[in-house]
């Protein structure tokens, strides 16, 4: 498989997100590992993000999953000392509003602390819940379109003070049985979405 070369910030988050949309349909259906028709959604979205042609969804997806998943530690399933955590911490300039807030027990907001997520989620050596993936890659794109960032050189925007960091956005994704789409209280009765 040929590397795919890179070079602007919007062609780095369809990328992270059209890989994001493989894992999701691969986890979603049980799979152990990625199949041609999960490499043909990734292709098809991407494509269709590059020219317009798709979009995101809106955020307003993973506010009702918020909501749906209830008190719970959105990085490892606790219900146990939760505390609120900004997925984009404020001090690199992340907000105080709702959807750049989640649930965290106090062990991962800790561990976590100001850190970067992806940059968190690389120290723990482990991979996410999807749908947490997935917010931090649209509370990215909405930064990034606000601020007219989407066009700019990955090189040009690693330098600048922002609150992600954009050379860590993932690329690829573990084999799908690595991975789940939410974090689960082992004792509640909530079902996947």
């Not at 106090?106 to 690389?122: A, Q, V």
């Amino acid at each position: 498989m040929e590397k795919r070369k890179i070079e602007l910030v919007k062609e780095q988050l369809f990328w992270s997100y059209a890989n994001l949309a493989m894992a999701h349909s691969a986890v979603e259906k049980n799979q152990t590992k990625y199949a041609r028709f999960n490499f043909m959604i990734r292709a098809k979205l991407f494509k269709g993000l590059m020219s317009g042609n798709m979009n995101m969804r809106t955020i307003f997806d993973d506010e009702k999953i918020k909501l749906q998943t209830g008190k719970i530690c959105n990085y490892c399933g606790s219900a146990e000392n939760l505390s609120i955590d900004h997925i984009f911490p404020r001090k690199l300039g992340g907000t105080d509003s709702a959807e750049n807030l989640i649930f965290a027990c106090r062990t991962c907001n800790s561990s976590k602390g100001k850190k970067d997520l992806m940059e968190w989620m690389i120290s723990q050596k482990t991979f996410l819940p999807l749908m947490i993936i997935r917010r931090y890659l649209k509370l990215t794109y909405y930064h990034c379109y606000k601020n007219n960032l989407l066009d700019k050189n990955i090189d040009e925007v690693k330098l600048m003070k922002l609150p992600f960091r954009i050379d860590l956005l993932p690329s690829s994704f573990p084999n799908p049985c690595d991975l789940i789409l939410i974090s689960k209280n082992p004792d509640s009765s909530f079902s996947e979405i």
